[in-house]
């Protein structure tokens, strides 16, 4: 049986860890070499869900006490699939992911950050960053862990238990991982 009309058949496992927000900033956040890597790809400075960010957006995550990780693997019937159907593959999940976080964010009045890649609002309209103008959809728009450094791979292994698998040969691994977070519970303002 194919997922939400998704030509592709797989099915879905949901991973969830909650940790100390100082602690999950202090030990898995690498904001320099993180942005390097961002640098290399051509959404920077192209997208508002992409680097660079100013200090202030970075910092925002400092004002939380607690975070919550959420993984969703992703895991295709077929192994044999290229690594160009990974989009399709994963599309309908991200899609549903973010409605998801953003309703999370809401309830526990947190900063939640999402996923990399496309902008699944503006679709083929191409991002108002590049004109200079401020995003279309401001409430939500989510940048990813990575954008704001956080080392994913690090996070879904440690706080997960789960390993992040990568394409070898040009095929799809045996499974995709989703991994995002929302920070919650502000510090007191004194």
């Given amino acids: ?6 030509p592709i058949d797989y099915t879905t496992e949901r991973y969830t860890a909650e940790t100390d927000a100082k602690a999950y900033i202090e030990g898995f956040r ?4 993180f942005k390097k890597l961002c640098q290399q790809c051509k959404n920077y400075g192209h997208r508002y869900g992409c680097p ?22 992703i895991i295709p019937k077929d192994k044999s699939l290229p690594l160009d159907t ?4 994963m599309e309908p999940e991200i899609s549903k992911l ?3 976080l953003l309703e999370e964010e809401k309830a526990l009045d947190g900063l939640g950050l999402g996923f990399v890649g496309t902008c699944p609002y503006c679709g083929n ?3 108002a960053r590049l004109e200079g103008m ?9 940048p990813s ?14 706080l997960l238990g789960i390993e992040i698998k990568w394409s070898q040969d040009g095929l799809i691994p045996e499974y995709l991982m989703l991994v995002y977070g929302i920070f919650y519970q502000k510090h007191d303002k004194d």
């Fill in 1 to 6: 049986m194919t997922k939400e009309g998704n």
């Fill in 30 to 33: 690498r904001v320099s070499y």
């Fill in 52 to 73: 660079p960010f100013h200090d202030d957006v970075l910092a925002a995550v400092n004002d939380y006490q607690k975070v919550r990780i959420y993984g969703v693997k």
């Fill in 86 to 89: 990974a989009n399709q593959l």
């Fill in 98 to 100: 973010n409605k998801e």
């Fill in 125 to 127: 309209t191409p991002c």
């Fill in 134 to 142: 401020p995003c279309r959809h401001p409430d939500k728009v989510r």
């Fill in 145 to 158: 862990l990575e954008a704001f450094g956080f080392d994913v791979d690090k996070t879904a292994k440690e």
